[in-house]
């Protein structure tokens, strides 16, 4: 079985752009979160999405966004880009939707930097 | 939000040596993840613990979800040189807007 995979690897953007990340799931599983990761803050949760709907939310501004397609596919879209979004942007997958303790699995990342 | 102390920070160790990393909390959580990170590629799941007290063995890995529900430890026995990496704890919590939180990692160096 294929594993989560991300689109793109690397991506390079200025200050003020948007960019959309794209996260593909385990295949069979619903629900998808994502994670920003930098050297400062660590690993931290930005939403989870299942069954198209996004179930929760970490801490995040307004700027950061998602959604998920009918085929749990989803993706990441950060809009007005600051310096300190420069972070490696992870995506996760499982079956069932968090709460139910189900393990996720991770993406290889998308590693944005923003100049 | 939700804070996991993991420990230590980073581990200094010659091959075949066992090692040991924890985590502990102030908050309860429901479900004990270990993971390993290699540079610029995602964690890997390594253990998942469920219940309170359970013991977990992955090949050399161990690792055990405390009783109180606020730790974990992992241990890795006879270390090998792949065993580099960074470790990552995540505890899901049983309630709240994170749903699920890191510890800061523990980086392991192997001596050949």
């Known amino acids: 079985k294929a594993g989560v995979t991300q689109t793109p690897r690397y991506l390079i953007k200025t200050r003020g752009q948007q960019v959309t990340l794209s996260c593909s799931p385990i295949s069979g599983h619903r629900s998808v979160s994502w994670y920003q990761q930098t050297p400062g803050q660590g690993l931290q949760f930005l939403f989870e999405y299942f069954s198209e709907t996004q179930r929760n939310k970490g801490n995040f501004p307004g700027r950061f966004s998602g959604r998920q397609f009918s085929n749990s596919r989803s993706e990441m879209n950060v809009s007005t880009l600051e310096l300190g979004d420069s972070a490696l942007y992870l995506c996760?997958?499982?079956?069932?939707?968090?709460?139910?303790?189900?393990?996720?699995?991770f993406g290889p990342g998308t590693r944005l930097t923003v100049l | 939000g939700q804070q996991l102390n993991q420990s230590p920070q980073s581990m200094f160790i010659q091959e075949g040596e066992d090692v040991s990393m924890n985590c502990t909390s102030s908050?309860?959580?429901?479900?004990w993840l270990w993971y390993k990170q290699d540079p610029g590629e995602g964690p890997v799941l390594l253990i998942a613990l469920y219940k309170a007290g359970e013991l977990t063995s992955n090949g050399r890995l161990t690792a055990q979800f405390g009783i109180t529900r606020k730790d974990s430890f992992l241990n890795i026995s006879a270390s090998i040189p792949s065993d580099v990496g960074i470790y990552f704890c995540a505890g899901q919590i049983i309630q709240g807007a994170q749903k699920l939180v890191f510890g800061q990692g523990t980086r392991l160096t192997i001596n050949p």
């Open positions: 996760a997958s499982s079956y069932k939707i968090l709460r139910d303790s189900d393990t996720q699995y």
């Open positions: 908050s309860i959580f429901n479900t």
